[in-house]
């Protein structure tokens, strides 16, 4: 399977509010050098912004940045539960956070360097600090399966969507009016269209 590749880095929108600019900018600098925590406090910092700004898909998009350092993080996961009447998708977040609860002994892991490792059997994409994380099969030209491996049998479908977005689109244009999108279908659950700016919706 190919991964998809988008054309450039990330640009912020001229009329975006500049104190959630700089904030998203500082957080996206520190999360390039390496400066998890930096870079986590940053992501929940510019979606708590965005969120006084009434900015609900900001806000969605910075907290899912801070999930994308770490997966278990569960800060931003009851910040997207709180929002998530504005942004659709509640059922999703709020099972993620009741499995964050059932299951803390998961390995701390973040996706931002997902990738797709292909071989004569499949494709499972691997993550920093857990390795194989969920097994890929493209059945269609815009439909992807989605399964995923132990010990993350019971992984949620909003971080299995995070998962396979990072693993999908190297560099997400995050700000893009016409984002690529691919359907994916994840374990026992209806199919869904996920774009590279991570928004996903019922297909």
Known sequence: MMAF?????????????????????????????????????GFIDAGDCAVGLEKWRSAARCFRSALELDLMRREPVARLVRIASHI???????????????IPSWPRFGCRSARIVTNDVGSIVECTG?????????????????????????????????????????????????????????GGHAPVWLDERGDWAPS
């Open 5 to 41: 590749r988008a054309a450039s880095h990330v640009q912020s929108r001229p009329w975006m509010n500049p104190k959630l600019r700089s904030l998203s900018l500082e957080a996206e600098a520190a999360a390039r050098r390496g400066d998890i925590s930096d870079a986590l406090r």
């Open 88 to 102: 659709g998708n509640e059922h999703e977040w709020s099972a993620y956070a009741h499995v964050l609860e059932e």
């Open 130 to 186: 857990a390795g194989a994380v969920i097994d890929l099969m493209m059945t269609s030209s815009e439909l992807v399966e989605a399964h995923p491996l132990e010990p993350f049998v019971r992984m949620p479908l909003a971080m299995a969507l995070l998962i396979v977005r990072r693993a999908l689109w190297i560099t997400p244009r995050t700000e893009t009016t016409k984002p690529a999108r691919v359907r994916v279908a994840f």
